[in-house]
């Protein structure tokens, strides 16, 4: 089947648009992304799925609009379509249900222990899980452990990786002076749990856990301080 001048400028600017949207894309990652999520291209493939889905629904649109094509071919062309635009799901899926359940189960053990040590109908706990260039899962663990301690309440709206250092923001990384982060904890937690934190934390907010910084740790919020719950 010939196409036709107008199918034929469309595909070339489907095609063109999908090369620029790449560039975009690749520039994004160098530009507004975090070290981390930039070197994993962190939901590249996401990014990348809505865009063929918008072709998938234009070639669908043309295969439509011709008039010599039967509906048994039309079934075979969208089935195929839809076919492989799953593929990669298809032969992932194994994959990718064994490693989540990996990663989940790494923080099980943490996740009991924090229980043990816990009143379930506190006001809250207030995770902290710092996003740096050597962190393996960035944000990751947070999530997690927010699902498997439901339904305690978490900083759902305050930021989990936070600085005082305004050219770190970014996506994931939320300004909090040490005043607004001390504010925050003491007026609605009545815990704090550090999963990841850097060295510039430990400078910056040191002093609100009396410098005794520690990864996977649980502090209890008493009075004006912060108590050590697993020393």
């Known amino acids: ?37 930039a070197l994993e291209c962190a939901s590249f493939s996401r990014y990348v799925g809505i865009y063929i889905i918008g072709i998938i629904f234009i070639i669908i649109g043309l295969i439509l609009d011709r008039k010599d094509i039967t509906l048994k071919q039309l079934s075979i062309i969208t089935c195929v379509i839809l076919l492989i635009s799953h593929i990669n799901i298809i032969f992932d899926i194994k994959g990718n249900i064994e490693s989540s359940v990996q990663q989940r189960n790494a923080y099980i053990e943490e996740v009991n222990k924090i229980k043990e040590n816990i009143d379930e109908n506190c006001k809250g706990i207030y995770i902290i899980s710092i996003i740096s260039d050597n962190t393996e899962y960035p944000g990751f663990k947070y999530f997690v452990m927010r699902y498997e301690l439901i339904p305690i309440k978490f900083n759902y709206d305050e930021a989990y990786s936070i600085t005082t250092n305004k050219e770190r923001v970014s996506g994931n990384i939320a300004y ?10 003491f007026n609605n937690y009545d815990y704090v749990y550090i999963n990841d934190v850097d060295e510039e934390f430990k400078e910056e907010y040191g002093e609100l856990f009396n410098y005794n910084v ?9 009075e004006n301080k912060l108590v050590d719950m697993y020393e």
């Open 1 to 37: 089947m010939k196409l036709k001048k107008r199918e034929a400028v469309l595909i070339s600017i489907i095609f063109g648009g999908w090369i620029i949207y790449l560039i975009g894309l690749l520039v994004t990652y160098c530009y507004k992304f975090n070290a981390a999520e």
């Open 214 to 222: 520690k990864k996977h740790n649980l502090y209890k919020v008493q």
């Open 176 to 185: 909090m002076s040490y005043e607004q982060l001390k504010e925050t904890i």
